[in-house]
């Protein structure tokens, strides 16, 4: 069975520190990774894809670790509006069928 | 930017009632999904649409279930006989290029069996 799994939270953090998530999967083979990003009761919207050099987008930085099949999410001077549900997403190599994580809460407190 | 619309928002129904729920894709995607996510849990497969025909389902999507593209910007989803345990928000989401590159979702429905 294919896993993927995260640490559900939450996380209780004060606005303009750094916060890091860990996300784990199963199938070694596995090539392409996501983080989304879920408001509550809203659709998942795609905050990045997870290249193997890894990547940056602003505050938000997503790293791959092969070796250790996991995938990181760090956010830096984070806000209120970081607030939500992070989602890690593996995509099945034989289908590229996404395989979702249960997803870390965020929560930024002021 | 383009959005993938679903409709309706929110449907109530009575345990063995049909339902369709409605989503338009963005115009010059491809490929076309369903998810469900009950409340609380996982995202979940349920099907994925190609070219006119189902090209992937999962265990959920049994015979109860159904997809139709019938007019080229429709996409449907149909359950024949709802059950308690199909109350959850279905989400529909389209891609341009395949699974490699991340959807767009829509904005879901949620459906509540009573």
């Known amino acids: 069975r294919k896993e993927v799994e995260q640490d559900p939270g939450p996380f209780n953090v004060p606005e303009g520190a750094t916060v890091a998530f860990n996300c784990t999967y199963s199938?070694?083979?596995?090539?392409?990774f996501f983080w989304y990003r879920q408001d509550c009761r809203k659709e998942p919207k795609l905050l990045m894809s997870?290249?193997?050099?890894?990547n940056e987008d602003g505050r938000f930085t997503a790293q791959l670790n092969r070796a250790s099949q996991y995938i990181s999410l760090l956010i830096r001077d984070s806000k209120l509006s970081d607030s939500a549900t992070y989602l890690c997403?593996?995509?099945?190599?034989?289908?590229?069928?996404?395989?979702w994580g249960a997803g870390t809460k965020l929560i930024i407190k002021p | 930017e383009p959005e993938v619309t679903q409709t309706p928002s929110h449907q109530v129904t009575q345990m063995g009632q049909e339902v369709i729920l409605r989503c338009v894709p963005i115009s010059n995607h491809l490929y076309f999904y369903w998810y469900r996510q009950i409340l609380g849990q996982k995202v979940e497969f349920l099907v994925s649409?190609?070219?006119?025909?189902?090209?992937?389902k999962s265990e959920i999507f049994d015979d109860q279930f159904s997809v139709e593209r019938p007019d080229g910007s429709n996409f449907t989803l149909k359950i024949r006989s709802t059950k308690l345990e199909d109350s959850a928000m279905y989400f529909c989401?389209?891609?341009?290029?395949?699974?490699?590159?991340?959807?767009?979702f829509g904005s879901g429905t949620r459906l509540t069996v009573v």
């Open positions: 199938n070694s083979a596995s090539q392409s």
């Open positions: 649409f190609y070219n006119n025909e189902i090209s992937e």
């Open positions: 997403v593996v995509a099945e190599p034989s289908n590229y069928q996404l395989i």
């Open positions: 989401a389209s891609t341009g290029q395949g699974a490699l590159y991340g959807y767009t």
């Open positions: 997870v290249y193997s050099s890894g």
